[in-house]
């Protein structure tokens, strides 16, 4: 008899594998047929042009007599010219990749905070998500493109005043200085460096505001795909909220750090305030610029792509996966 429902058992076991290897088969070919679109116009022309971009940092454009242009292959003077022969682009890049090494902790931990107060059931919370949110929205689009060619707000901030208060006022714009934190950490024993980093995290506050809406919606959904009766067992057990924290809100989470660490670094990367970005475009209206701005510009992309390895790799080894079986 035994053996007989150990038979009976296993066909049902098989059937119910195959099923379910059919059914991911069926997911998998939906997912496919949801990215077609986008895979079929990377291939048809995003791909032709990073081609033609990659061809460029390795040549030199010759006008031709009778209209038009040539390719002349010059090897690795592009990048050369880049990394020894204009003193201003090695300066800029090393200070565009030290704020955007020190801007991803700040986003990421700032988004995280904002993201934990937002999931508590308080009135007005949805307000309160779409106001943390209105920042992405006007930084996007037309809107960005008004506020940049905003002639009257660029002659305010440019201003320098009609008396000599005008330093005066620059210097009480800020939200606090240097000589504040250094009385806050005064017997903390904390680096200048540490100092100057808090400093201008918190002076730049708006612009972290501005680059963190996203970051929070995906915290927000981290953090409510948690089950509440995770936390109601800590609270039965006596744990206290900030070893709840600790113990079960950070490490549930622990992917969307990665995913918004990762974004952050993108984010960065493409956006119009790069100042890296803003160089080499300036690089492309010269002579030669076309060529040498490619070179620059794949410099800069395998730099980017370097962070982004390096930030996965550290916080890889941190993340926990919670099992669904």
Avoid: H
């Amino acid at each position: 008899m035994n053996s007989e429902a150990k038979a009976k058992t296993v066909p049902v076991q098989t059937k119910k594998r195959r099923r379910s290897k059919s059914l991911d088969r069926k997911k998998a070919r939906a997912g496919w047929m949801f990215v077609l679109p986008f895979v079929l116009v990377f291939v048809l022309v995003y791909v032709p042009i990073v081609v033609d971009s990659v061809n460029y940092s390795f040549n030199e454009i010759v006008i031709l007599q009778g209209g038009g242009y040539d390719l002349d292959f010059v090897g690795w003077d592009n990048y050369s010219y880049a990394l020894f022969e204009n003193p201003d682009f090695v300066q800029t890049l090393t200070t565009g990749i030290q704020q955007l090494i020190f801007d991803i902790p700040a986003i990421v931990v700032f988004s995280l905070f904002m993201a934990i107060l937002l999931n508590q059931n308080m009135p007005g919370r949805t307000f309160f998500r779409a106001v943390f949110f209105v920042p992405v929205i006007l930084s996007t689009g037309i809107i960005d493109s008004i506020d940049a060619n905003n002639a009257i707000l660029q002659d305010f901030m440019n201003s320098n005043g009609i008396d000599t208060g005008a330093e005066a006022a620059n210097a009480g714009s800020q939200i606090i200085s240097a000589i504040d934190i250094e009385q806050l950490f005064m017997n903390m024993k904390v680096g200048t460096e540490l100092v100057e980093y808090v400093v201008d995290v918190v002076n730049n506050i708006y612009g972290i505001i501005n680059r963190s809406g996203v970051q929070m919606l995906i915290f927000l959904a981290g953090l409510q795909s948690i089950s509440p009766a995770i936390y109601e067992s800590c609270t039965v057990e006596g744990a206290t909220a900030w070893e709840t924290f600790w113990k079960i809100t950070f490490p549930m989470i622990s992917p969307m750090i990665l995913v918004n660490a990762i974004y952050t670094v993108i984010d960065a990367f493409t956006s119009s305030s790069n100042t890296v970005m803003t160089f080499i475009s300036k690089i492309s209206s010269e002579t030669l610029g076309d060529v040498r701005s490619s070179a620059m510009s794949w410099m800069y992309f395998l730099i980017v792509m370097l962070i982004i390895a390096v930030v996965a790799a550290i916080l890889s080894a941190y993340v926990f996966y919670q099992r669904r079986d």
